[in-house]
Nanobody, 121 residues
Framework: VQLQASGGGLVQAGGSLRLSCTAS????????MGWFRQAPGKEREFVAS????????YYGRSVKGRFTMSRDNAKNTVYLQMDSLKPEDTAVYFC???????????????WGQGTQVTVSS
């Protein structure tokens, strides 16, 4: 499966952005989807995930309550609505896919290219 992320940009602190990730597959409902981010000089961080059944939605501690992940199976697309953005949210955001129902926060199989999110103070 190939993943294409988009929607990044420059936003002021307190603002919002919505990221999208579209998957090129005929079996999108067979994949759990996730978002990760990596800031310069830091390790990759888990942001959010939604299981293929949509039963499980998880968020990283630093974004819980501010970010919302959703999926539109008809469009093969997942979204990450990011509100109340902070300068520390600045990073390259990556989407990922995995055929497991609950892939966890590290060893995902398929990765897309990143999209840059910059939050100015």
């Amino acid at each position: 499966v190939q993943l294409q992320a988009s929607g990044g940009g420059l936003v002021q602190a307190g603002g919002s952005l919505r990221l999208s990730c579209t998957a090129s597959t005929r079996t999108f409902t067979g994949y759990s989807m996730g978002w990760f981010r990596q800031a310069p000089g830091k390790e990759r961080e888990f942001v959010a995930s939604i299981s293929k059944s949509e039963r499980y939605i998880y968020y990283g501690r630093s974004v819980k309550g501010r970010f919302t992940m959703s999926r539109d199976n008809a469009k093969n697309t997942v979204y990450l609505q990011m509100d109340s953005l902070k300068p520390e949210d600045t990073a390259v955001y990556f989407c990922a896919a995995d055929e497991r129902e609950r892939p966890g926060t590290t060893s995902w199989v398929y990765w897309g290219q990143g999209t840059q999110v910059t939050v100015s103070s």
